[in-house]
């Protein structure tokens, strides 16, 4: 069994300050209170490899890894050297780095559909800059958005189209329009319904299903018949997938992609890759059309961050860091269904996707989604040492971590059995967590409504008649 959790007063104390310094007590919507139960670590010290320990001391096998950021572990030992002797000589300067062009090169040779590379910070900056391309190769303002993936850019053009668009004028929501995965037909009547007005369409490679007949290369000959460009978001797939990107894997080329998260192993990294045809508008050498403002950050090349891209880089050229990725998910995935049956909640639970990039999903006793079971499932991993909001893996993520895991995830689907019985309310503690994209707050805070949180792991009264009946 993994680590046993004692208490989270620090994490409670810094939640309460956190809260009133921060809209939302945190920097990363996916990251906040909302999104985890009650009984939780608000915050964490530090992590190594596989685990991450809280600010009470508890430790964890993390999943997820830093929304995907990730890969090869925490402070990942190859990668911290490379940044400590990088930065000793300075992080910003007037003029670039040689590094950049080192990084460009090295980010080249792994994304061979590209010809040139413009890197920035995050992945949103990415998208954005990818979709102001298109528009102005274009000279059309619709972007078409793949309707199934969940995330693409911080800015307008995207958060416009999520149930939380507050303060995004209409004029540009009415530009995004979108289509269904695996769906040509959604995707052509898209393009009758805007002929000759759509600039781009972005979608991910695959969100876990993979693409069904020839559907990528059936829409970037749709995209290319009405004069689109055809952009692949990368940012997850990119260095889960294969070494050189999903794109590889698919044997499909876009006109551009994007790549970010995992490309730095948790230091600040994205890049904007693509064909040189277009990727020169933003350059200072071509004369014949507009010039277009293609990314350009101060932090954008940050040495250490390029350090950080070529390093990991070159872990995964060297070593099989993908086929581990994929024996580690392949084993939780079937150990998780395993456990499932056992424990008589297989229609309620299971583990899916793409075996690096592994999600889970939760239903009800009435076999809908729902929070409340999401909750308690988290709750009841994070009492036995395993904070797993996904089931995503790292490179350091060992059988060792997995079979731990698998202990966790037995005993936790043993309350959410007793759940479906009982109703979930008798086992969480607390309110469910929420979706981040939703247009008002429904819960109360956290901490206010669940007044006997101390000691913390006290089971609630209710929870401790039930747990005591099930010894
Ligand atoms: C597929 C995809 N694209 C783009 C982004 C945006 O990246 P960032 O958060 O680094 O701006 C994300 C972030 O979660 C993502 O998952």
């Given at each position: 069994?993994?680590?046993?959790?004692?208490?989270?007063?620090?994490?409670?104390?810094?939640?309460?300050?956190?809260?009133?310094?921060?809209?939302?007590?945190?920097?990363?919507?996916?990251?906040?209170?909302?999104?985890?139960?009650?009984?939780?670590?608000?915050?964490?010290?530090?992590?190594?490899?596989?685990?991450?320990?809280?600010?009470?001391?508890?430790?964890?096998?993390e999943?997820?890894?830093?929304?995907?950021?990730?890969?090869?572990?925490?402070?990942y030992?190859?990668?911290?050297?490379?940044?400590?002797?990088?930065?000793?000589?300075?992080?910003?300067?007037?003029?670039?780095?040689s590094?950049?062009?080192?990084?460009?090169?090295?980010?080249?040779?792994?994304?061979?559909?590209?010809?040139?590379?413009?890197?920035?910070?995050?992945?949103?900056?990415?998208?954005?800059?990818?979709i102001?391309?298109?528009?102005?190769?274009?000279?059309?303002?619709?972007?078409?958005?793949?309707?199934d993936?969940?995330?693409?850019?911080?800015?307008?053009?995207?958060?416009?189209?999520?149930?939380m668009?507050?303060?995004?004028?209409?004029?540009?929501?009415?530009?995004?329009?979108?289509?269904?995965y695996?769906?040509?037909?959604?995707?052509?009547?898209?393009?009758?319904r805007?002929?000759?007005?759509?600039?781009?369409?972005?979608?991910?490679?695959?969100?876990?299903?993979?693409?069904?007949?020839?559907f990528?290369?059936?829409?970037?000959?749709?995209?290319?018949?009405?004069?689109?460009?055809?952009?692949?978001?990368?940012?997850?797939?990119?260095?889960?997938?294969?070494?050189?990107?999903?794109?590889?894997?698919?044997?499909i080329?876009?006109?551009?992609?994007?790549?970010?998260?995992?490309?730095?192993?948790?230091?600040?990294?994205?890049?904007?890759?693509?064909?040189?045809?277009?990727m020169?508008?933003?350059?200072?050498?071509?004369?014949?059309?507009?010039?277009?403002?293609?990314?350009?950050?101060?932090?954008?090349?940050?040495?250490?961050?390029?350090?950080a891209?070529?390093?990991t880089?070159?872990?995964?050229?060297?070593?099989?860091?993908?086929?581990?990725?994929?024996?580690?998910?392949?084993?939780?995935?079937?150990?998780?269904?395993?456990?499932?049956?056992?424990?008589?909640?297989?229609?309620?639970?299971?583990?899916?996707?793409?075996?690096?990039?592994?999600?889970?999903?939760?239903?009800?006793?009435?076999?809908?989604?729902?929070?409340?079971?999401?909750?308690?499932?988290?709750?009841?991993?994070?009492?036995?040492?395993?904070?797993?909001?996904?089931?995503?893996?790292?490179?350091?993520?060992?059988?060792?971590?997995?079979?731990?895991?698998?202990?966790?995830?037995?005993?936790?689907?043993?309350?959410?059995?007793?759940?479906?019985?009982?109703?979930?309310?008798?086992?969480?503690?607390?309110?469910?967590?929420?979706?981040?994209?939703?247009?008002?707050?429904?819960?109360?805070?956290?901490?206010a409504?669940?007044?006997?949180?101390?000691?913390?792991?006290?089971?609630?009264?209710?929870?401790?008649?039930?747990?005591s009946a099930?010894?």
């Amino acid at each position: 069994m993994a680590h046993i959790i004692s208490t989270f007063d620090n994490s409670n104390e810094l939640r309460n300050r956190a809260k009133s310094l921060i809209p939302g007590g945190a920097h990363t919507y996916a990251k906040g209170d909302d999104q985890y139960p009650v009984l939780s670590p608000g915050f964490i010290a530090r992590g190594h490899g596989a685990h991450v320990y809280d600010v009470d001391g508890n430790r964890y096998i993390e999943y997820g890894m830093g929304n995907r950021a990730v890969s090869l572990g925490h402070a990942y030992p190859k990668v911290l050297r490379a940044v400590e002797r990088e930065i000793r000589n300075g992080a910003n300067f007037t003029r670039p780095a040689s590094i950049e062009v080192e990084c460009a090169s090295m980010f080249l040779d792994t994304i061979e559909t590209a010809q040139m590379v413009k890197f920035c910070k995050d992945g949103s900056h990415a998208t954005s800059g990818a979709i102001r391309l298109a528009r102005a190769v274009t000279g059309r303002e619709i972007v078409a958005r793949c309707a199934d993936h969940p995330f693409f850019s911080t800015d307008d053009w995207f958060i416009g189209t999520t149930p939380m668009n507050a303060g995004i004028p209409k004029a540009v929501k009415d530009l995004t329009v979108s289509f269904k995965y695996n769906d040509i037909g959604s995707a052509r009547a898209m393009f009758k319904r805007h002929r000759g007005k759509i600039a781009a369409v972005i979608l991910e490679p695959s969100k876990g299903d993979a693409p069904k007949n020839g559907f990528l290369h059936q829409l970037r000959e749709l995209c290319h018949e009405s004069g689109a460009l055809f952009i692949l978001d990368e940012m997850i797939t990119g260095f889960r997938w294969h070494l050189n990107g999903a794109q590889a894997l698919y044997g499909i080329e876009p006109d551009l992609s994007c790549f970010g998260k995992a490309l730095g192993n948790g230091f600040a990294i994205s890049a904007l890759a693509g064909k040189r045809e277009f990727m020169e508008l933003g350059g200072i050498e071509q004369r014949e059309k507009p010039r277009v403002f293609l990314l350009s950050t101060t932090h954008g090349a940050e040495t250490h961050a390029m350090a950080a891209a070529i390093a990991t880089m070159k872990v995964y050229h060297n070593e099989p860091v993908i086929e581990h990725l994929m024996e580690m998910g392949e084993l939780l995935r079937k150990g998780v269904a395993e456990i499932a049956v056992a424990r008589g909640v297989s229609e309620h639970f299971h583990a899916s996707g793409f075996a690096s990039n592994l999600v889970y999903g939760t239903l009800d006793q009435d076999r809908q989604p729902s929070q409340a079971f999401r909750t308690l499932f988290l709750q009841e991993l994070i009492k036995r040492g395993v904070l797993a909001p996904s089931f995503v893996v790292s490179y350091t993520h060992t059988k060792r971590e997995v079979q731990r895991t698998l202990e966790a995830v037995d005993g936790a689907l043993r309350v959410y059995r007793k759940a479906l019985e009982n109703g979930v309310s008798n086992y969480l503690v607390g309110r469910p967590s929420d979706v981040v994209f939703r247009a008002t707050n429904r819960f109360v805070a956290p901490l206010a409504d669940v007044p006997a949180l101390v000691p913390q792991l006290d089971l609630h009264p209710r929870q401790k008649k039930l747990h005591s009946a099930e010894r």
